[in-house]
Each structure stands twice: as structure tokens, then as C-alpha cells.
């Protein structure tokens, strides 16, 4: 048996069932022994049955006295029952819809009997327990049993023998990782570590069988990054000087004071900039912690070099952001550009043009722009970049692989040279997340709030406070402010799917959905202020429509969904208010938390919660209303839902851990000093090499 066998030449497995495995992605052995436990039954108390309690978790070494299948007389389903006993007592056995266990279990046998101890007006009894005769080497019972994620039409059973069937073939398995690093951190052998982690023999077996594949997987990213950051410092790039007068000129006009943690990321990404290979920083901060101004430093000393800067966002509404942001910034000094589905603008000489598609692509070819923002339209043929020097792509996970990959190779330049690379994002990420997940990016970091700010007071509102909540709204809108009110869904469907039928609603469980909040908000509560909506269908000219005449003054209260997570700067605004709060990860209602309080005014984050159980406020909104910072928001978040909800959208394909974390600091750590050490000289481990090379193959993690 070998890695790469089908796994439908496995003993016992037909098309059928291959297909159903396939479904979990197991298409071969390889996948098989690597498809692990998510956690593990403790059957190695084996008791007698005088012993057995309700609850208990147990094996019973037992005689079986009695076999029997029978129907169900209400439902007719098909009960197998069987009678064991032991010197100690007699014990009731039940199975549901598996009559063939009758030919599997014979008077007079001796089993082992593992699973929970139920109980009833009659006594103890099992309910569908695993069992299997006494073997020198048990898999089912009276041991440490793993328990994994299953499909229809396969039990835990059926994968538990093939697993065993298919670690036959670990034997095969060279290990990769040199002796000296197995020796220095006390690592156990690969081949060990996989049927450990199936089959352990105790809790020492498993802790050490989950250490070396933790490890496995920290140590094979960190050394994709560091291979990566060693080829990118053999690729060179334009050494873009740091143009001190200009940029202290730039910097001494901004109409605030840049923040400690600002001058510290912009002086490295300029350090970076001036090196002869290219720049490959992920820049991580805090809603409205200012980014943008830092990434415009960067940008102006490029373009203070004789180089082009484009930027990508993944939405419309952000890039447009970006765009009459920069155009602020540094409209009166270069020429900017904006290009998207909807939108084909550009600034020069600090006046905005509304130009066609085609002579806009003419335009960026003919380096008119300096700067160049927008979305996937950036990574046409079309757009020509010819003196390229930087590209800044915000929200970075947002992009595929082959599309940032795209936007980097944009460059026309006479000698092919490489961009530098800057990445934004708006969520932040923990420091032990990011160079766990970004091995090959350098890292830094904004952490505090522009000088002035004041920290937005978060409430969560129970239903029948809500009056008092708009009755505060009120008050705010008579003072000048605005208010946002997110909500999940646009319309109800199901609502729209039965029009014309008779509903009853539960007040208490109706769904908040823009259009019904419009109305009721426009019409009944806030009849006398201006309301406006916003949602994800309408086009982008539709949707600038409103934002601007939001921005003006000319809405007091915008109704929408997540469309305004991110990328809206309305420093008037003072309340948000989410509905069905509970349905977003701690780190969105931060984003959304985060349209407001951007200027002096005392902000205000209101959270309403909806269906049965409203009225208790679960622990992570009550978390979320007394922590302001999000890198405490994205820590919470990894712990109780995992990294992906600290990014909102997970790249395709598979997860980046399959039992690693970035709370596994330690193994981090040694994962990136040995993957520094290995990545210097990798041509002395072959083994090793034939490794990575199939791994950056087949992962395109970043």
C-alpha cells in the first residue's frame, strides 16, 4: 500500500461509498491519514456493570445472553436488543435501524461494549455503543477513540477501519524533517505522530502525536515564507529614495498630527522602499487608527521618485473611498485616477473628470496619473502601468492568489524590475495570527487612535428599551448629527416568496431587513427627518448617490446593510445601531462600530438582538460593548470562532490548519527559527526540498 492509492482500492470500498468519501475530500490514502480526529471518546474505563451511572462515558467486558430484532410499534422502526451480563449484573443493549447487527453479535460471546451510560424507569442501558471482540489491539473500544466528521452513509466504524487499513502505509514515509531539528525540540518520528493521532495509546501518545503535526503545519508556512523572502531579495526593484524635504513638507500640511505608532509604520515602509528588492509589508491597524495617510507617504515619495502607485480595493464603495480621500490628500500635487464597474474618474490639476472607460485606459498608458485606485477592473489587459514602482492592495485576503499576483507584474518598465508591495487591512489581526499566516510578510502595526479621538460608548439594548434608544436619536439629529442603522438583509425572503399569503409574525423573531426598517423608520418613527437606504443591488451610481447626499447633510439617518463595513468616512455621524447584532462576528461589528466617532463628537453603538433569548445578551456582545480595541475584539474572536471570522471571508480552498493555531506560540516560534535555519541551505536536505516544493505546489497560503 502506498500514499497515492485510490482509496477505492481500500478493502470494503466500492464506487459508491468512494464517492461519499470523496465529498470530505478523501480522494486517496494520503487524504485518509490525514483526514484527523476532532476529538476523542475516553473508553479505557472498563467497569463492571453494578458500576454504570447515568452519564458515564464506559467499556463493559460482557457475556451476550440474548440477540433479538423487533418493530417499533408506533413507528414501526426495526429495535435490535441485546441482553450481556457480567459476574456483577445484567445490562440492556439497543440499537435503531441496524438489524444486521443480530448476524454480527452470537450467544456466548464475550465483547467489549463502549459508549454512554443511559438510563430509564427499567434501569442502565446502552444505546448503540461500539463493540468488538477482545483483541490483543482494540480500535473500537476500551481505549482512547477518535471521533471524526462524517458524510451520510458513513459511520464512525466504517472510517475507523479504513484508517487502519490505510496506516499500513506510513511505513512508507521518509520523514522530511532533518534528525538534529526531531532532536533539539524533542519531536517524535512522522510515521509515529500519524497513527498516533488516530489510534493513541494514552494521553502522552496523543499530546506528543499532536505536537509534531502542530508543528508540521507551522513549520511547513513558515518555511514557505522564508523560501519566498529569500528569492524576493535575489528579484530586484526601483530603490525609491526617501525624499526627505518633500515628504516633511507633505506631512507639515496635513491637517493633524500623525500618531507615534504612524511615524513608526511609515518609516519603515519607506526603509523598505529604498532597498534594491522588493518591499513585502502587511500594514495592520485599528478602525479609523489612519492607515490611509500612511499609505499616501508611501505613495507620494514613489511618485516623488518618478514612479507610478496603483491601489486595489475589493468593493466599489472602498476604492471611491480611497479615491476622495487620496484626491484630499494629494490632489493639489499629483494626478489620481479611479477606475471600477461603475466608475471611470480622475483628478488632475486638482479637478475631477468624469471620463469614458477607453479614454481613461488611454490616459493611465500615457502616465498622465501618478496614481491609479480601483477594484478587479485594475487587472485587465487594458490597464497599462508603465513605470509601476508600488502597488497597495487593501483588505488583502479579500484577493485570490493569481489576482494579486497580477497587479504586482503590472509594471512595463524597460528593465522588468519587481514592485514593491504594501498590503492594508482594516481588521485587526493579532500580532502571533499574522506571522503565523504571513511568514513571508513584514509586519507593522498601528495601535493607537489619532490625537482627539474619543472612544465610541457601546450598549446593548434590550427590546424594551428601544423607545428610549430612538427617543436618543432623536436628540442627536436635533444637535446636527447622523445616524447609520445596519441590518443583515435587505428584504425578507421568505416574505417575498409567499406575497399575497396571510402571515403572523412573532415580533420577537421577525427578521430586521432594510427595506422594512426604511419604511417603518421613514414613515412611523423618524417621520420628520430625512431618511435614505443603502444595499449591496443597487449599482454604483445608485449607491454614490446616496453616500453623497449623505455626506452633505441631506440624509439625518441611512438604513443599510454590511455595504458600510468598511470605506465610509462620515465624520458627522454619531450613532450606529445594528439590528440582529448577534448575527455578526466581533470583528464586523467593530468595522461597523467604526463608522462612527471619527471626529470630536461623543459617538454612541447601539446593538439590538433578535428571536427567543433577546433578552439575554449573550457573553460576546457583552464582551464587544466594553472593549474598544479591536486587536482585543480579533483575540476573542480566534478564540471562540476561529481565524476565519477575524478575516469576514475565507480564500477558497482548504483551511489553513487542520489542528495548528495561532495560539500555539511556542511551536511558532521554533517553527520560524528552524524554517531560517533550513531555508539557507536547503539543497543539503533533498528530502526536505521534495517536500516544499509539493507543498507550494498544492497551498497557496499568504
Known amino acids: 500500500m502506498n500514499l497515492e492509492m485510490p482509496i477505492s482500492s481500500l478493502n470494503r470500498v466500492g464506487d459508491a461509498i468512494a464517492k461519499r468519501l470523496n465529498k470530505i475530500g478523501i480522494h486517496t490514502t494520503h487524504d485518509l491519514i490525514y483526514y484527523f480526529p476532532f476529538r476523542y471518546e475516553d473508553y479505557r474505563g472498563v467497569l463492571k456493570i453494578k458500576d454504570l451511572k447515568e452519564g458515564l462515558a464506559v467499556s463493559v467486558k460482557a457475556r451476550v445472553e440474548i440477540v433479538a430484532n423487533r418493530r417499533s410499534f408506533k413507528t414501526h422502526k426495526m429495535i435490535t436488543e441485546v441482553l450481556v451480563s457480567d459476574d456483577t449484573g445484567s445490562l440492556r443493549i439497543t440499537w435503531f435501524n441496524q438489524p444486521y447487527i ?14 454512554a451510560v443511559k438510563s430509564d424507569m427499567i434501569g442502565v442501558q446502552l444505546i448503540a455503543p461500539a463493540y468488538e471482540k477482545i483483541l490483543e489491539e482494540n480500535i473500537y473500544t476500551a481505549k482512547l477513540v477518535p471521533i471524526y466528521f462524517l458524510t451520510a452513509g458513513i459511520s464512525q466504524k466504517y472510517l475507523r477501519f479504513l484508517i487502519k487499513q490505510a496506516l499500513t502505509a506510513v511505513k512508507n514515509i521518509v520523514d522530511y524533517l532533518p534528525n538534529h531539528i526531531l532532536e533539539e525540540n524533542d519531536f517524535i518520528p512522522l510515521a509515529v505522530a500519524l497513527s498516533g493521532i488516530h489510534f493513541p495509546n494514552d494521553e502522552i501518545d496523543l499530546k506528543n502525536s499532536l505536537r509534531r503535526l502542530k508543528f508540521d503545519e507551522l513549520f511547513l508556512m513558515q518555511m514557505k515564507g522564508e523560501v519566498s523572502r529569500q528569492l524576493r531579495t535575489r528579484e530586484r526593484a526601483p530603490m525609491l529614495k526617501f525624499k526627505e524635504q518633500g515628504i516633511k513638507e507633505f506631512v507639515s500640511e496635513l491637517p493633524f498630527v500623525l500618531t507615534k505608532t504612524q511615524k513608526i509604520s511609515t518609516w519603515e515602509i519607506l526603509k523598505d522602499m529604498e532597498r534594491s528588492f ?28 518618478g514612479f507610478q502607485v496603483a491601489m486595489m480595493a475589493p468593493t466599489e464603495i472602498l476604492a471611491k473611498q480611497h479615491f476622495d480621500s487620496l484626491s484630499k490628500l494629494l490632489g493639489k500635487k499629483l494626478n489620481v485616477a479611479l477606475l ?60 485570490g492568489v493569481q489576482q494579486r499576483k497580477i497587479i504586482k507584474e503590472k509594471s512595463q518598465t524597460s528593465n522588468k524590475k519587481s514592485v514593491h508591495f504594501l498590503s492594508m487591512t482594516a481588521t485587526p489581526i493579532p500580532r502571533s495570527l499574522a506571522l503565523t499566516m504571513y511568514g513571508d510578510l513584514d509586519l507593522s502595526t498601528i495601535d493607537e487612535m489619532p490625537v482627539g479621538r474619543k472612544a465610541v ?6 427590546e424594551y428599551n428601544r423607545q428610549k434608544a430612538y427617543d436618543f436619536i432623536t436628540q442627536q439629529v436635533k444637535k446636527g448629527r447622523q445616524i447609520f442603522v445596519v441590518c443583515p438583509l435587505i428584504v425578507d425572503v421568505q416574505s417575498e416568496t409567499n406575497k399575497g399569503q396571510l402571515k403572523f409574525f412573532d415580533s420577537g423573531n421577525e427578521k430586521k431587513t432594510v427595506m422594512k426598517e426604511y419604511e417603518n423608520l421613514s ?16 449599482t454604483g451610481k445608485e449607491k454614490d448617490l446616496v453616500m453623497e447626499k449623505f455626506k452633505k447633510g441631506e440624509l439625518d439617518i441611512l438604513v443599510s446593510t454590511a455595504v458600510v463595513e468598511v470605506g465610509v468616512d462620515i ?12 448575527r455578526f462576528g466581533l470583528a464586523q461589528l467593530h468595522q461597523f462600530r467604526g463608522r462612527v466617532g ?27 460593548e466594553k472593549n474598544n480595541s479591536g486587536f482585543k475584539l480579533a483575540e476573542k474572536d480566534l478564540e471562540t470562532r476561529g481565524p476565519g471570522e477575524v478575516y469576514g471571508t475565507q480564500q477558497s480552498g482548504e483551511s489553513q490548519w487542520r489542528l495548528a493555531g495561532p495560539f500555539d506560540v511556542e511551536l511558532i ?29 498544492h497551498n497557496h497560503w499568504e
Open 102 to 115: 443480530i448476524k454480527n453479535i452470537k450467544v456466548g460471546e464475550t465483547l467489549l461494549f463502549s459508549g
Open 457 to 462: 460608548i457601546t450598549r446593548v439594548v434590550e
Open 669 to 697: 516560534k521554533i517553527a520560524r527559527k528552524s524554517a531560517v535555519l533550513l531555508a539557507a541551505d536547503l539543497g543539503k536536505y533533498p528530502v526536505l526540498k521534495e517536500k516544499m516544493d509539493d507543498f507550494i505546489l
Open 278 to 305: 522588493p518591499m513585502n509589508r502587511l500594514l495592520s491597524g485599528d478602525v479609523g487608527s489612519g492607515k490611509t495617510v500612511v499609505a499616501a507617504i508611501s505613495m507620494y515619495c514613489t511618485v516623488l521618485n
Open 523 to 538: 414613515k412611523n418613527i423618524f417621520s420628520n427627518f430625512k431618511v435614505g437606504y443603502l444595499h449591496g443591488k443597487m
Open 340 to 399: 471600477s464597474r461603475s466608475y471611470s474618474l480622475g483628478v488632475v490639476d486638482n479637478v475631477l473628470i468624469n471620463y469614458k472607460k477607453k479614454d481613461l485606459f488611454d490616459e493611465i498608458g500615457s502616465d498622465k496619473f501618478q496614481i491609479i485606485i480601483g477594484t478587479h477592473a485594475l487587472l485587465t489587459e487594458k490597464v497599462k502601468l508603465n513605470k509601476l514602482g508600488l502597488v497597495v492592495v487593501d483588505e488583502q485576503h479579500r484577493f
Open 571 to 582: 465624520p458627522n455621524a454619531s450613532v450606529m445601531m445594528i439590528e440582529s447584532a448577534e
Open 598 to 624: 471619527r471626529s470630536s463628537h461623543q459617538s454612541y453603538c447601539f446593538l439590538f438582538t433578535t428571536g427567543v433569548g433577546a433578552v439575554t445578551v449573550s457573553d460576546r456582545l457583552k464582551f464587544f
